[in-house]
Each structure stands twice: as C-alpha cells, then as structure tokens.
C-alpha cells in the first residue's frame, strides 16, 4: 500500500488521474508514468510522478503543461492518434525530448482509461541492460510477425514511407505473377490496370495523409498478372506510421474475380433462357422499359408463335422439340438487325424488339423471319419446314406503358392464328379496343365471382306422367353494375379462356345446394326433388367427384338431389376419362344427364358404355317440331328408351311441343312455355303453389 501511495503521492491528482494511473500500468517506483488527456482541444501531459520528472528533466509543474507533441516530436497530430488510441494499448519504441532539448530512446506504452478521455503513458528508458533486453524480445515478436505475414494466404502490401513498398509477401506475388524483387518500392503500380491507377493512387494518398474514416480505405482496380490476364481486386489501405520514418500504408488484397464470376453467372441466368440462350421475358420487360418513351413510336415488336410444335414435341419427342427450338432461335438473331433483341417469350414463342423503325419496315423484318424460319431442318430423320404466326405492333401515341406494346403485340399475333396460322398481322385500333375491352371485362367476371356476384335463376322440369314440376335446372346469370345483364353464352365462355370456369362452376354447385337445402327448410315436402348443375368441359377431371361431394357435405344434402350436367362435345374429347370420372359421380350417387345430345359427333358405342342415366334433347331439335321435322328428336327419345335412359326436352315454347314431345315418349320437358326461370324467392313461392294446387281435390 506503501508502495501505491508513493507512486501517485501528489494532492493535485484527481480521482480519476488515481484510477487511470492504476488501471493502466503495473504500479512501481521506478517506473516513469505521465498521464495524458485533452485540453482545450489539444493533448498535453497532465500528472506525472517523480520518476517521469528525474528521467526528463523538467520540473514537475512544467511537465504538467507539456504538450504531448513537444514530448514525442516525432509524431505528428494525425500519427499521434495511433499510439494514443480508445480502443485498445499500443506499445511503440520512440525518441522522448527532455528539457535540455536532447532526444531519449524509450519504449513508450499507452494505455487507454476505461472513461476513454485519458491515457496512462509508461516511459522506458532503453539505455539499460533491461530495456535492451525487452527491445530484443520486441525484434524476435517483430521477426515472428514478419515470417506470419510472408506466408499469410492474404496478399499483403507494407509501404512504411509514401507509395514505395518495403515489403510484399508471397501470397501477393503468387496472384500478380511476379517476384518480390520486381515489386518493391513503386514496381508494385505496374501490376495495377492502367484504368484503374489514378483510383488506387489517390485512395492510398488520401490514407497516408491521414484521411478516411480511421485511416482507412479501400479500391477496386484490376491487376495485371505477368502473363497479361487480369484479376479484379479489392484493396483495402490502412494507415500505418514508422517512427523516425514516416507515414506508410498497410495493403490487404482481396481477389474477387471468381465472385463476379459467379455473380454474373446468376445475373445471366436469372435474365436469359437456359435452352437458347436467348434473354428471357424478365429481360424483354426490362429492354423496352429502358427504351419506351411516350408519344414517340419508334419502337417496334414482333411476337412469333410457332405453329403445329405441339405435332412436333408429340410425334418425335421433346428433345427434337428443344433442338428445334434452339436451331430457330439461331436463325433469328442471324435475321435480325445489329442491336434488335430478340427474346424467348416462353414454349415456342419468341419476341423481337426494334428500335427507330415504322410498321413498313417492321412488316418487312417479319417476312424476313418468316422465310428464315421456312428453311428446311432435319429432326430426327424427317425434314420439317417450320413456320409461326407473327403480330407487329409498332408504338402509337395509346401506347402510355411498354408493358402495353408488348401485349398488343401479343394480341395481334392471336390474331394471325386465328386467321389461318403463317400470317403476318399488323394490330389495328379496332383489335386493340376489342382486346383490351376482353381484358377488362375477365378482370370485372373474376371480382364478381370473388363477390359472389354471379346469381342463379332455377327453370322448372316438368314430368310428362302427370304434369308436375319434379326438378329444376340452376342457370347462371351476371346483372353487371354498368353493363346490364350479360348473357351466359358471353361470360361462360369467356370464363373458360380465361381461367375462371373452375372458380364459375364451383359458385355455381355451392349455391345450387345452398338453395337445397334453404328450400327444403321452408318448404318441406313442397320443395323441388333435384337440381341440375351444368358443368364445363374443363371442369371434367380429377377433381370434380371431391368437389360435388364437399359441396353436399357442407350444405347436409342426399347425392340423388344433384344431376350433373356435361355435355356431349366435353364427354367426347376423352371418352375413356370421361367414363372414370362419370363413374366416381354414379359411385357417389349422383345422376349424369348429356346435354345438348345430338349437336356432337359422339359414338353410340361410346354413350352404351358411358354410366350416364339421361338424355337432353337439344332446344333446336325440340324447335323443328313446329316445321313438322320430329325425325331427330324422336330418333333421341327412341335411342334413350332403348338403353334405359330417360329424356329431358328443353326449349319447350308452345303447347303444341309439349304435347307432341309427350306422344313422342320424352320422359321431362323444361321451356317458357311451362315456367320461366325464376329466383330462389320466386322458386319457393311458386312451388309452394303448385303444391298446395296438387293436394287441393
């Protein structure tokens, strides 16, 4: 304690001198301590014990005014923060200056206080045997870091005065190709890219001058290696000061060559189609978005689709199909203008942009592409000539967004395909209106199914037996806000191209059974036997048996209170796997009508094996009755009864049909002429009628 109290034995000493003088140094008489701290924005000595007073010479009221750099001269303000540093102690070997103005050699410890603001500063004389001692342990530590850094795997630059290296290790001189020889002092900067030089240059002039955050930056520049290929690099500088030297640098290379590489490896796949390798649609957005410009209309786009490559993929497998693909992906950026794109849209669709052109000249580069791709080529050892429908659109002063020139273009090929395939067609203003009033209108029918916005109106079948109402059909309908009433034969339809007819028929089923069920709660026996739900031909997979049976779930009703609706051109396009869904509907209990029998070109060896247990004779054979042709409907109705089938006539409009479909053996009939289609209230109200007519004597 003796010992404590000698080493800080000063009134003028703070507590926080006391703590900052035992927090950093091992406490000891014979050791020189002086502790530094900022004042008025510069560093000066502000206690020191009578061991820092005999070994400079100063008396102590003037050592504790001294400024720091008055007492290492050798350092200056921007070197002097990196022995005096927050973050951790630094040890350096320095001349100190005493009184007389004479230079001491000492090693010099600074240890940062816990508070941050003060150093505790430790002077050792190396005139002594000790000192000597602990110098030639600190040159083994020197010569230990010097053999680490030589074989350190990071390439490592050392300059300890200016841009002239003194020392490069092996690391570096393995990634530029060259000796170590060729590289000290400015060799090092013929190694750096001619470009890239002036960079490199004034990031490290900035760091030997002090700046950067902490003395530190960094630059990318290429490397030169001796046999002339490049590396790119990153180099990163970091301050590094020499006593009696000067100012220097420390250079840590970071080679990231293979990085951007890879990185481009993964730009370029994640923008260009694997099989062609032609820029993909991510791409193609991103080039006419870059090049659009409102109002200006020289851009141009030609989007081809091939024609009959399903044939080809089918017949002669998908790889002949994949190098079809890439043979006329090369025909056509052997076609195409220097800087036109051309991109795989996606399957067998391709897209070609032009810039500076009119409809003339984008006409003429299509027929150009047209008879590249008419060239022969031999795919599995048959000659193909392959052909594609092609739609020009050239910007006009409508086109607001490039997404819009794209999809015109678009259009306007359907529209070559639709005219007979291996056209050119040019998108008018007529197409684009009727297209983009399509579009609008497949937006609106997808919020209005959300919405369930689609309601159903129920006509009533009627039993030729006795005359009553025994089942009804569920017929969609659409009331738009704006429109007015949109008719089936449009929004089914359009349902179908468009994605929408799974979502449509599903609305359809759950209300159907809703209305059942809401039915049979308030009518009772009065309420409608059946329904019968139509459903589309894309509805008619997999799904449809899960489907009906949640629905009938859900709303607590017996299978034989549905009949599913199909109609013969849907059961006809896969009679086998028409047959296994149809029978999964029969297996649940559900009853199978084909409608609109008789309009198709079915098989009747088909319709025996198909598990169905009706017959809907189609409205426009019911209507020739009245021109007195009945051969066809009664040739149906005839047909049915031989298989044990029932018949529903529909399009009933007058008496005189339904009285002359009853002669003919049809077993329901359904029309205006009978009941109108009603709504789920008007339903309820008016088979309650009917019942109360039919009980009353």
Same mark, same amino acid.
């Given at each position: ?32 301590? $002086? ?32 400024? $720091?750099?008055? +007492? ?28 007389? !103005? ?59 005065? !200016? ?13 530029? !190709? ?56 990153? *180099?990163?500088?970091?301050? #590094? ?16 060559? =293979? ?64 190098? +079809? ?6 025909? #056509? ?7 036109? #794109? ?63 020139? *794209?999809?015109?273009?678009? *259009? ?37 199914? =959300? ?32 429109? !007015? ?58 799904? +449809? ?22 109609? =013969?051109?849907? #059961? ?80 009933? =409009? ?44």
């Amino acid at each position: 304690m003796a010992a404590r109290t000698r080493v800080v034995d000063d009134h003028h000493a703070s507590p926080e001198v006391i703590a900052a003088v035992f927090h950093g140094v091992a406490v000891s008489d014979a050791t020189a301590i $002086v502790v530094v701290e900022p004042v008025d924005g510069a560093l000066h000595v502000s206690w020191s014990n009578e061991k820092a007073v005999g070994l400079l010479g100063y008396a102590r009221e003037d050592l504790r005014v001294l400024p $720091v750099e008055q +007492l290492l001269p050798t350092l200056a303000g921007g070197e002097l923060k990196l022995l005096l540093r927050r973050e951790r102690a630094v040890r350096m070997t320095l001349p100190v200056r005493g009184a007389s !103005g004479a230079l001491l050699e000492c090693v010099v410890s600074a240890v940062p206080a816990p508070a941050g603001r003060r150093w505790t500063v430790r002077l050792t004389s190396t005139a002594n045997e000790t000192e000597r001692a602990l110098r030639a342990t600190a040159d083994a530590h020197e010569r230990r870091f010097s053999t680490l850094t030589e074989r350190s795997p990071i390439p490592t630059l050392l300059s300890e005065q !200016g841009m002239r290296l003194a020392h490069v290790n092996d690391a570096f001189c393995a990634l530029v !190709g060259r000796q170590a020889e060729q590289l000290l002092g400015t060799g090092w900067m013929c190694t750096v890219h001619p470009d890239d030089l002036d960079a490199v240059i004034e990031e490290a002039a900035a760091v030997l001058g002090g700046g950067g955050e902490a003395g530190e930056g960094e630059a990318t520049a290429r490397l030169v290696r001796a046999d002339g290929t490049e590396r790119t690099t990153v *180099i990163r500088f970091s301050h #590094l000061f020499t006593p009696g030297v000067g100012a220097g640098f420390v250079g840590t290379i970071e080679d990231i060559t =293979e990085r951007l590489a890879f990185e481009a490896r993964l730009a370029h796949q994640a923008n260009h189609d694997p099989l062609t390798g032609l820029p993909n649609r991510t791409l193609l957005a991103d080039h006419v978005a870059a090049r659009f410009r409102p109002g200006e209309g020289r851009l141009a786009c030609i989007f081809l689709d091939l024609d009959n490559f399903k044939v080809v993929n089918d017949s002669l497998g998908h790889a002949a199909g994949d190098q +079809l693909l890439v043979e006329l992906a090369r025909r #056509l950026r052997a076609t195409v203008r220097p800087g036109d #794109l051309v991109a795989r849209f996606g399957g067998d669709e391709f897209v070609v942009v032009c810039q500076d052109v009119g409809e003339a000249a984008a006409v003429a580069l299509a027929e150009r592409i047209g008879e590249a791709l008419r060239q022969p080529v031999a795919l599995g050892g048959v000659e193909l000539r392959p052909a594609a429908s092609v739609g020009v659109t050239v910007q006009t002063a409508e086109h607001t967004a490039a997404e819009e020139l *794209i999809r015109d273009c678009d *259009i306007a090929m359907y529209q070559a395909k639709a005219g007979g395939k291996g056209r050119i067609t040019v998108l008018d203003s007529q197409a684009r209106a009727r297209a983009r009033e399509k579009l609008l209108l497949v937006a609106e029918l997808r919020e209005a199914i =959300e919405r369930r916005e689609i309601t159903l109106m129920y006509q009533p079948i009627f039993s030729t037996e006795d005359g009553t109402a025994v089942a009804v059909e569920s017929l969609a309908r659409w009331q738009h806000p704006v429109r !007015g009433a949109i008719t089936p034969s449009t929004f089914v339809p359009l349902a179908e191209e468009s994605g929408l007819v799974s979502g449509l028929g599903l609305l359809v089923l759950d209300e159907t059974c809703r209305q059942l069920a809401a039915w049979d709660a308030e009518l009772g026996p009065a309420a409608p036997a059946r329904a019968n739900v139509n459903v589309s031909a894309l509805q008619l997979d997999a799904n +449809l048996h899960g489907h009906v049976e949640s629905a009938l779930q859900r709303h607590g009703l017996h299978p034989c209170r549905l009949s599913i609706e199909i109609t =013969e051109s849907a #059961l006809m396009k896969d009679p086998a796997a028409a047959r296994t869904v149809l029978l999964e509907l029969r297996d649940l209990g559900v009853q199978v009508s084909i409608d609109d029998f008789g309009t198709g070109y079915s098989s009747l060896a088909y319709l025996r094996r198909l598990p169905v247990d009706c017959l809907k004779v189609d409205r426009s054979f019911v209507a020739e009755l009245a021109d007195g042709h009945s051969e066809i409907t009664s040739a149906v109705i005839a047909l049915a009864s031989s298989l044990g089938l029932c018949t529903v006539a529909e399009g009933v =409009e007058t008496l005189e049909q339904a009285e002359q479909l009853a002669l003919l053996g049809a077993t329901y009939l359904q029309g205006f002429c009978l009941a109108a289609p009603l709504t789920g209230t008007d339903a309820a109200t008016w088979f309650a009628a009917q019942h109360d007519a039919e009980a009353r004597p």
